[in-house]
């Protein structure tokens, strides 16, 4: 793959939400130095730290002027730290990091080729994860291409570390939703998909690192409460493209995740509504009872 020219080659945005992470944003922003395009900026948004974040990012950008940091005085959430990052973008595509994590070196040039080769104005791909004591291993993200909104109602998509959106359909939707706690690319990605077609590439670009000690905030249970406001918020359109079956899966989903954080009385909340929803789907229900009777009278495979 050729290299983008500065100058010849548009430029690309990250943005990256940064919240108590002195330490690890130097790798986050060191895998953006390293990329095989070159023509990009990195806006760090300080979340309101109260560590030296701020501080070690104005060290790095001394070095490097293509690295710039925008401060909230406050903490306002991750959301509105990408809603200031989008607003300060100079380039017509924006990608994103979050501070943890870290971009492969051609991440930016894959997809951006991918968005020029199938004329789409968002392009997501798959990642690594690096788990404690473990070697990286392959997310599996799902591959959704052309019109993928309906497939995005029934099943969350592409992690925000994987995304390339032009900066228009991100101004398109009206930005991202301050008020998602979790889940928050899934609910952005739903918006995304209502009007543009997606491009995926099969290829990892980025390492999910989930090593770190706060990294336990991304299963926080408040995952159970965003995946309810999503799926209030498009309540509708999931009962026409997923119906009823759709819903009791998403609310069974819920209910796993306030019952990994303890959360039992939440749990069995969601849990009866995915009976309820399932009820109301007789042949989705039959089909998922086949199913789980399949699979217990085939017993275990033979040796």
């Known amino acids: ?61 001394r070095e490097d002027a293509r690295i710039r940091l925008i401060r909230h005085e406050t903490n306002r959430g991750a959301q509105a730290a990408r809603n200031t990052g989008i607003r300060a973008a100079g380039g017509p595509w924006i990608a994103f990091l979050d501070s943890d994590d870290q971009f492969l070196p051609d991440s930016l040039e894959m997809r951006l080729q991918a968005a020029r080769r199938q004329n789409v104005l968002v392009v997501y791909s798959d990642g690594y994860i690096l788990e404690p004591g473990q070697p990286r291993r392959l997310m599996k993200v799902r591959p959704l291409s052309g019109n993928v909104y309906r497939e995005l109602l029934r099943y969350p998509g592409p992690m925000f570390q994987g995304l390339l959106v032009a900066k228009e359909a991100l101004e398109g939707i009206g930005g991202l939703d301050e008020e998602i706690q979790r889940f928050q690319e899934w609910e952005t990605s739903i918006r995304l998909a209502r009007a543009y077609e997606f491009a995926f590439v099969s290829r990892p670009t980025f390492v999910y690192d989930y090593t770190t000690q706060d990294a336990l905030t991304k299963t926080h249970w408040w995952g159970g409460r965003a995946y309810e406001r999503i799926v209030r918020k498009h309540f509708w359109p999931m009962l026409r493209h997923a119906g009823f079956g759709g819903l009791a899966v998403h609310a069974y989903v819920a209910g796993g995740c306030y019952w990994l954080r303890g959360r039992t009385l939440e749990a069995f909340r969601c849990w009866a509504l995915f009976v309820f929803w399932g009820c109301l789907d007789p042949r989705w229900l039959w089909r998922k009872l086949e199913q789980v009777l399949g699979a217990k009278s085939s017993g275990p495979p033979r040796q």
């Open 1 to 61: 793959m050729s290299k983008g020219r500065k100058g010849t080659e548009p430029l690309i945005s990250v943005v990256i939400p940064a919240y108590n992470r002195a330490v690890k944003i130097v790798d986050a922003l060191e895998s953006v130095q390293r990329q095989s395009y070159v023509n990009w900026e990195a806006i760090v948004v300080d979340d309101g730290s109260t560590d030296g974040t701020p501080e070690v990012v104005e060290r790095i950008a």
